[in-house]
């Protein structure tokens, strides 16, 4: 145990001052003007969303952007007025609502839907945005003044929903987790091969998204937004950040409902590979689990200090959510429920039940 406890803190001394400063707050896109206007088309594609569209739509049609905006919404065989809330709303002279046709095979029901969007539209900056954001009324302003650096996308890690006692103590971890996969200052180096993007709000070049071949090249992803990332920044430049201009009003009340949020893309992370399931599940074991053991059980200066630095770390993404420091020293256990949920997604894969969302279930041809 002391050996792993030794390994334990050779790995966080690694992770805190070598893996791209992911434990940092930011960086944040601050409000700003862009120097010119373009027209910008909003694509939304939504599913039974009659709980949160008119805040979301809404919020879309109340910008103050100078130059020409319009907002589709692409309906995607909801079974739940979503469309008739949406046009009823104040400003709709500047929305267009499509029906989606019926989904093709292999492809993920919301990157068919935007594909639609898409396909309908002419503007050459395209905002991809999902139907339970809701945006500041300069938040498109600030986007495209974002881009105009000369990236061919630019997308936000939005502020989450964290109200209840299950979001409060689960949902910072989920973007601490998100920081350490992909750190934002490596997504951001053209140098470095690492890339990722936030899917709830992707703003990127119609150019650069042909040169990727288009949204049908990334048709069977479910971590679309990441598929996306790693397309443009093949041949571009991203650019990825934390927002505090738009924010997720889709509520996760329960633990039961963030165990379902993670399983539907934990194990396809890991490619549905048993193999990598293990050395993942190993390797959480060790960066999270044996330090607070080695501590408490084994009195261990090694793993008090490997646990004094993994708090220390997410002690920035715990104040970006307001969130009481004394929560830092519980990570190990919230990486416990994190762990058993991606252990859960796995063992539903193999059991053949595959991923279920918006009443859709996806096989194993979808990645």
């Not at 029906?99 to 969007?117: E, I, S, T």
């Not at 997504?187 to 992707?202: E, I």
């Not at 041949?235 to 399983?263: K, N």
């Not at 060790?286 to 646990?307: D, E, Y």
């Amino acid at each position: 145990m002391i050996g792993l406890a030794i390994l334990s803190l050779a790995v966080w001394l690694y992770l805190v001052l070598l893996h791209g400063r992911f434990w940092q707050a930011g960086p944040v896109l601050a409000a700003a003007s862009p120097k010119s206007a373009p027209p910008v088309c909003v694509i939304v594609p939504a599913r039974d969303e009659a709980a949160v569209i008119a805040r979301s739509v809404g919020s879309l049609l109340a910008q103050d952007y100078a130059g020409p905006l319009r907002v589709v919404l692409v309906d995607d065989n909801s079974d739940d007025g979503t469309a008739a809330i949406a046009a009823g709303l104040a400003g709709a002279d500047r929305l267009t609502i499509l029906q989606g046709r019926p989904r093709p095979a292999g492809w993920a029901g919301k990157l068919w839907a935007v594909h639609q969007g898409i396909d309908a539209t002419d503007e050459e900056m395209l905002l991809l945005t999902d139907a339970d954001i809701a945006h500041d009324p300069g938040h498109v302003a600030t986007l495209v003044a974002a881009i105009e650096d000369g990236s061919d996308m630019v997308s936000e890690m939005v502020s989450l929903h964290c109200e209840s006692l299950a979001e409060r103590a689960l949902v910072p971890a989920f973007v601490y987790f998100f920081a350490l996969l992909y750190p934002f200052a490596w997504v951001n180096d053209p140098l470095r091969a690492t890339a990722a993007a936030a899917g709830g709000t992707v703003l990127i070049r119609r150019r650069a998204l042909a040169r990727t071949g288009g949204i049908a090249a990334i048709r069977t992803a479910l971590i679309d937004d990441v598929a996306l990332a790693r397309a443009v920044k093949r041949g571009g430049r991203i650019r990825l950040a934390h927002s505090t201009q738009a924010r997720s009003i889709r509520p996760y009340p329960r633990f039961a409902d963030i165990w379902t949020m993670v399983t539907r893309s934990a194990y396809v992370q890991l490619r549905n590979s048993p193999a990598l399931l293990v050395l993942t599940t190993l390797g959480l074991a060790l960066v999270f689990l044996v330090p607070p053991l080695a501590a408490l059980a084994w009195h261990s200066w090694s793993g008090a200090l490997a646990w004094a630095l993994m708090a220390g770390s997410f002690w920035p993404t715990l104040h970006r959510f307001g969130r009481s420091p004394l929560w830092a020293p519980a990570l190990p256990l919230i990486a416990l429920f994190y762990m058993a949920a991606t252990i859960g997604a796995a063992w539903n894969y193999h059991r053949g039940r595959g991923v279920v969302w918006k009443s859709r279930a996806y096989g194993q041809g979808h990645a």
